[in-house]
T-cell receptor, first 113, second 115 residues
Framework: KQEVTQIPAALSVPEGENLVLNCSFT??????LQWFRQDPGKGLTSLLL?????REQTSGRLNASLDKSSGRSTLYIAASQPGDSATYLC????????????FGPGTSLSVIP | NAGVTQTPKFRVLKTGQSMTLLCAQD?????MYWYRQDPGMGLRLIHY???????AKGEVPDGYNVSRLKKQNFLLGLESAAPSQTSVYFC??????????????FGPGTRLTVL
């Protein structure tokens, strides 16, 4: 059964710092991995999708990497800003049950001005 | 494109009342999902649909029913609301399953309180 974990559960950093959020999954047979952002009281916004054949994706100050063999993905945020404060969730689309998406619990990020 | 929309945004029910949450998407997606999100519990899948006229149970289906009569709409019903169903409900959709290009899109959520 595919399980997704995220470490740390919460992170607080000063503005301007570069940071890394981690996502781990137990079964490497996936179609893709997606990173989402959720602001308090809001829905989930898709940030990046990495296909299983890709190693990384970039969007602005965000860079997501995927290492299927080790079951890991990282989301790198460069030069963090207070507006980056949110919860970040990763999710995988498993090949064994492709009709579902398996979510991690999220990392709550606070960027202190 | 409006993407994924949900109505209503907020609702307060009394125990035993019924209601229907509507999800609509204009992206011609085959797959649609209903999740609930509770503090400390993460996102939990209630029901989902892989195409018009189909529905399937997720991990927490009890107390809910769904229908997908039209491809663009996915309805979530509560026949007899209970306080345990107080939650934030999210609808999501994606093109299909089984290939790498599927990006899942979420609606803004419905905040439901059952008294």
């Amino acid at each position: 059964k595919q399980e997704v974990t995220q470490i740390p559960a919460a992170l607080s950093v000063p503005e301007g710092e570069n940071l890394v959020l981690n996502c781990s999954f137990t079964d490497s047979a996936i179609y893709n991995l997606q990173w989402f952002r959720q602001d308090p009281g809001k829905g989930l916004t898709s940030l990046l999708l990495i296909q299983s054949s890709q190693r990384e994706q970039t969007s602005g100050r965000l860079n997501a990497s995927l290492d299927k063999s080790s079951g890991r993905s990282t989301l790198y945020i460069a030069a963090s800003q207070p507006g980056d404060s949110a919860t970040y969730l990763c999710a995988v689309s498993p090949k064994t049950s492709y009709d579902k998406v398996i979510f991690g619990p999220g990392t709550s990020l606070s960027v202190i001005p | 494109n409006a993407g994924v929309t949900q109505t209503p945004k907020f609702r307060v029910l009394k125990t035993g009342q019924s209601m229907t949450l509507l999800c609509a998407q204009d992206m011609n997606h085959e797959y649609m999902y209903w999740y609930r999100q509770d503090p400390g519990m993460g996102l939990r899948l209630i029901h989902y649909s892989v195409g018009e006229g189909t529905t399937a149970k997720g991990e927490v289906p009890d107390g809910y029913n769904v229908s997908r009569l039209k491809k663009q709409n996915f309805l979530l019903g509560l026949e007899s609301a209970a306080p345990s169903q107080t939650s934030v409900y999210f609808c999501a959709s994606r093109l299909a399953g089984g290939h790498p290009y599927n990006e899942q899109f979420f609606g803004p959520g419905t905040r439901l309180t059952v008294l």
